[in-house]
Every structure is written in structure tokens, then in C-alpha cells.
Nanobody, 121 residues
Framework: QVQLVESGGGLVQPGGSLRLSCAASGTIFSIYVMGWYRQAPGKQRELVASITSGGSTNYADSVKGRFTISRGNAKTVYLQMNSLKPEDMAVYYC????????????????WGQGTQVTVSS
């Protein structure tokens, strides 16, 4: 059974930094794409950043130059968030796509439960 667990959210002042972590558990050998999404109250969930197993990254325009996504190992992903703004405040979700065991593909996309990021003075 695949589970994604996020950590690292919290309260930070504008201009501050946070580092989010996401770890996948289960019989997983590789994950093709891991990404971070966010959802603010009253808004749709949006992509923040994603990274492939080969290291290719994609960022939302609103976070370019401030956020950095990275992979730790095959089953972990991080989001370093610097120069945080009040508009970055949201619940941040980790997503994993293209999971495989050593023998076969694992169907479906997987989401974490979310971690709250609050940016306020």
C-alpha cells in the first residue's frame, strides 16, 4: 500500500523560509514524477513545482527564483521555500506519479494528506 507523508509546514513571517519534505512508503522501487501542489481557501489546487527521476524540474511562474524542488532518493522529495509571501499561504500537497516496483507499474497517482503553510506577521 502506497502512502505519502508530508512534513515541514508551519507559521513563518513574510520573507522567511520553510522546507517541506515528502516521503513515500510501500513496495516502491521508483517514482517517475514527484511534485508539490497547493490549495488556498476558495481556490483550485495548483501545481507549485515538479521533478522527474532524471532531475528535470518545472515551476509555477509565481514561485520561480524563490522555491527549489529536489529529490532525496527514489521516494523522497523536498521543497525549499524562500522569500515567502502571504500569497504563498496554502495547504501544500505532495503528489507521486509513475510508481513502479521492481517488476511492474503501480497504477494510479498518489497524494499526501497535506501540510499547512501560513505566512503572516
Amino acid at each position: 500500500q502506497v502512502q505519502l507523508v508530508e512534513s515541514g509546514g508551519g507559521l513563518v513571517q513574510p520573507g522567511g523560509s520553510l522546507r517541506l519534505s515528502c516521503a513515500a512508503s510501500g513496495t516502491i522501487f521508483s517514482i517517475y514524477v514527484m511534485g508539490w501542489y497547493r490549495q488556498a481557501p476558495g481556490k483550485q489546487r495548483e501545481l507549485v513545482a515538479s521533478i522527474t527521476s532524471g532531475g528535470s524540474t518545472n515551476y509555477a511562474d509565481s514561485v520561480k527564483g524563490r522555491f527549489t524542488i529536489s529529490r532525496g532518493n527514489a521516494k523522497t522529495v523536498y521543497l525549499q521555500m524562500n522569500s515567502l509571501k502571504p500569497e504563498d499561504m496554502a495547504v501544500y500537497y505532495c503528489k507521486a506519479q509513475g510508481l513502479r516496483t521492481m517488476s511492474w507499474s503501480i497504477p494510479g497517482d498518489y497524494w499526501g494528506q497535506g501540510t499547512q503553510v501560513t505566512v503572516s506577521s
